[in-house]
């Protein structure tokens, strides 16, 4: 019984080689991704069933899915009746999933076979990558080298490194060859034995940096890429020089330059981004001065102004590359001359009022003196005059009524005219009223 099995495996595994399409189909897919596997059949078999199974086809565990029942489990069907070709589309790819299939045509007896070999890779690339830098704002142009057999295939471009995306999530075609910022454009030169396709990125930004493959489309087999790592840097890595200038007096800037722009021409601007950056060299305050032997050259402002505070751009390449730029940001004190004058003035007011209350101190120490002494000569004169009154007070008395009556007999005198009493005291005043109220 053992030996009929076989026998009879035999036949079929013969019948089905003399039933199969023309050849084997190979398959290539990416692990993690999804396949699809094409097969035809002839004319006249459109309303049979079709399917699809691994291994032997011997059992119905062989068989992965049929047209009866279009989807099962990883597994989709699709029958294209005027183009006969059936496809099944295998998901979610495993590294088992390599291996022989047979894409089978339901029929009364021996159905119609035709081979698939399915190969697996890793969904990543490439073994080689393109290095590029570029700077935010610029434009960077990637070129994609293909093989000379390839010229009327399908070129692209997408971020990322998965090849089995790649197409579906690409930035822009050859089909297309413009896409906003993206410009695809296909060198196509015959009889040479590689072609290249460029992609041009306008208006790059920081977040342009990353992986990007170059596609080539391949109706037969996988794709071909070539792998490019982009990187942007922003313009605050370019070299950087602060400096302070005063109001009214000169200033020098110093740009360097490569020792091989030294034949090119020279410029320095103003503005915060080099986008908006105005040239002023046209002013005649500033003044460009050569300096070949260092490697850089000079900016002489004559006369700084308030107004010339701000940021500025000078390097020596025409196309302003950055790598070729110094960033100068430039301040400008206006009062630096107040903070010196301002001291010297504070020091003078304090050398003055010192001096002052120094002299006041002094003069009230000579006038303290002075009183003291005056009153110690009152005093002893006041002694010396108290003991003379003690005894000549009768006699003065005398002396002093005397003196009174002639000074009132002199008022009474006078007669109508004005009494002239500058002449009196005012002692000799009360004496004279006192007599004339007693008359």
Same mark, same amino acid.
């Given at each position: ?161 998965? /090849? ?85 007096? /000169? ?7 490569? /020792? ?82 301002? /001291? ?96």
């Amino acid at each position: 019984m053992g030996i009929l099995q076989n026998l009879l495996f035999t036949i079929c595994i013969a019948l089905r080689c003399m039933t199969s399409a023309e050849g084997v189909i190979h398959v290539t897919g990416y692990v993690g991704s999804e396949v699809n596997i094409s097969c035809s059949y002839g004319q006249g078999y459109e309303s049979y069933e079709k399917y699809l199974c691994k291994n032997k086809c011997l059992i119905n565990n062989d068989v992965l899915i049929t047209t009866s029942k279009s989807r099962e489990n990883k597994y989709r069907i699709h029958d294209d009746k005027t183009a006969r070709i059936f496809t099944t589309t295998i998901t979610g790819l495993l590294s088992e999933d390599a291996g022989k299939y047979w894409c089978g045509v339901t029929r009364t007896g021996t159905d119609i076979y035709t081979e698939v070999m399915l190969k697996l890779v890793q969904d990543s690339c490439c073994d080689t990558v393109t290095k590029i830098e570029s700077y935010e704002g610029y434009s960077e142009s990637v070129s994609c080298p293909y093989e000379s057999q390839y010229q009327n295939n399908l070129k692209y471009i997408c971020r990322g490194n998965r /090849p089995s995306a790649c197409l579906q999530e690409a930035l822009i075609t050859s089909d297309t060859k413009q896409n906003g910022r993206f410009r695809l454009d296909d060198d196509k030169v015959l009889f040479t034995v590689n072609g290249t396709f460029t992609v041009n990125m306008s208006s790059l930004t920081h977040n342009d940096s990353g992986s990007y493959l170059c596609g080539v489309q391949r109706n037969s087999d996988l794709d071909v890429f070539s792998a490019v790592e982009l990187k942007v840097k922003e313009w605050c890595c370019v070299k950087s020089i602060k400096i302070k200038g005063t109001v009214g007096q /000169p200033l020098t800037l110093q740009c360097p330059y490569p /020792p091989q722009h030294l034949d090119k021409g020279k410029f320095l601007c103003k503005g915060e981004h080099r986008t908006n950056c105005k040239d002023i060299t046209s002013q005649s305050r500033f003044k460009l001065e050569g300096n070949g032997s260092s490697s850089s050259f000079s900016v002489v402002i004559t006369k700084l102004e308030e107004a010339d505070a701000g940021t500025y751009w000078c390097g020596s390449d025409s196309e302003r590359r950055p790598g070729n730029y110094t960033k100068i940001q430039l301040s400008v004190d206006a009062g630096q001359y107040v903070v010196y004058a301002v /001291p010297a003035v504070l020091l003078l007011l304090i050398c003055v009022l010192v001096v002052a209350v120094y002299q006041c101190k002094h003069q009230k120490v000579k006038d303290g003196k002075a009183v003291m002494n005056r009153n110690a000569e009152n005093e002893e004169g006041l002694e010396e005059v108290t003991a003379g009154a003690e005894n000549n007070i009768y006699g003065n008395e005398e002396v002093v009524r005397y003196k009174q009556q002639s000074a009132c007999n002199n008022y009474d005198d006078v007669g109508e005219d004005e009494p002239d009493y500058e002449n009196f005291t005012t002692s000799e005043e009360v004496y004279c009223n006192e007599n004339f109220h007693r008359r």
